[in-house]
């Protein structure tokens, strides 16, 4: 079958420093990604595709060896998208990487933590602004979460972007740029479907499995990023090669189901997030 994967997400720890009533809790063990398994991963991924996201769940700059995760994208050519909270920024020089193409900062956590929210969010606005100058990486600023825009700490962020800054469309619904190449986004908001959740429908599609693939901190292979339990085990990486996982049957049938508008796995007919790709 030939491969459509566009993108990896590489979850190198499910460890985090914030408690978040939206994030899922996970069943999984609580353990980060060793740097050398990692770089195996890297050799195996960089032959499908460059564009790796770290990220499923836990927060990627409390990796114990950060700095050396990132050292291995920049030898192997990877563009590297990062999601986090944005409270450790201050231990890196993330500039310095020439691997690193996007970071998104997650700001619906930011009625999770004790900081000054707008202090906390003019940090952050001031490496958008270093990295703007320098035309790279791309950043963006998201308030996923419909139910938290009028909470107090996020309903002051937006208001004081707003006051200081264009909010220009970027292209997308609900997405704007403050600066060239910053953008604060609102538009993805979304459910981490689970077992305990009724079936919504036995018919549909969606990108993962075609466009997408994750691969947890423990080494299990699922379909997308949403599958943060491994519900959808496709492989692990410490047993069979990638290329291997991706020629096995289970996931070969979730493809071809999902190219025929049939939902093959039960996690799938669970996930309203995919629905969005259904229409």
């Not at 566009?6 to 740097?35: G, K, W």
């Not at 030898?75 to 990487?97: C, F, K, P, S």
């Not at 996923?144 to 004081?160: A, F, G, N």
């Not at 990108?207 to 339990?229: E, M």
């Amino acid at each position: 079958m030939k491969q459509t994967i566009r993108r990896v997400y590489i979850e190198i720890t499910s460890r985090c420093n914030l408690h978040c009533s939206f994030c899922t809790a996970p069943f999984r063990l609580q353990e980060e990604m060793d740097v050398s398994f990692f770089r195996e991963i890297i050799t195996q991924v960089r032959e499908i595709t460059p564009y790796i996201y770290l990220h499923v769940q836990g927060e990627p700059l409390l990796h114990e060896h950060f700095d050396e995760i990132m050292t291995v994208c920049d030898d192997n050519g990877m563009q590297v998208q990062l999601v986090t909270n944005g409270t450790l920024l201050h231990r890196y020089a993330l500039l310095q990487h020439p691997s690193l193409r996007k970071i998104s900062f997650s700001l619906q956590s930011i009625e999770f933590h004790q900081r000054d929210p707008v202090a906390f969010l003019q940090e952050i606005l001031q490496f958008a602004e270093q990295a703007s100058e320098r035309g790279r990486p791309y950043c963006e600023i998201r308030f996923w979460r419909d139910d938290q825009l009028h909470s107090p700490r996020t309903e002051m962020c937006i208001d004081w972007l707003k006051k200081n800054y264009p909010m220009v469309s970027g292209g997308r619904k609900d997405n704007y740029e403050i600066m060239k190449n910053v953008y604060v986004d609102f538009h993805n908001s979304f459910v981490w479907p689970s077992m305990d959740q009724p079936e919504r429908s036995s018919k549909g599609t969606c990108l993962g499995g075609l466009t997408q693939i994750a691969v947890l901190c423990d080494g299990t292979v699922v379909p997308c990023c949403l599958d943060a339990d491994g519900v959808i085990r496709l492989g692990s990486l410490h047993e069979m090669t990638l290329a291997e996982i991706l020629s096995g049957e289970r996931y070969c049938r979730l493809c071809e189901g999902f190219r025929n508008h049939r939902l093959e796995e039960s996690l799938c007919r669970r996930c309203s997030f995919r629905e969005r790709f259904s229409q």
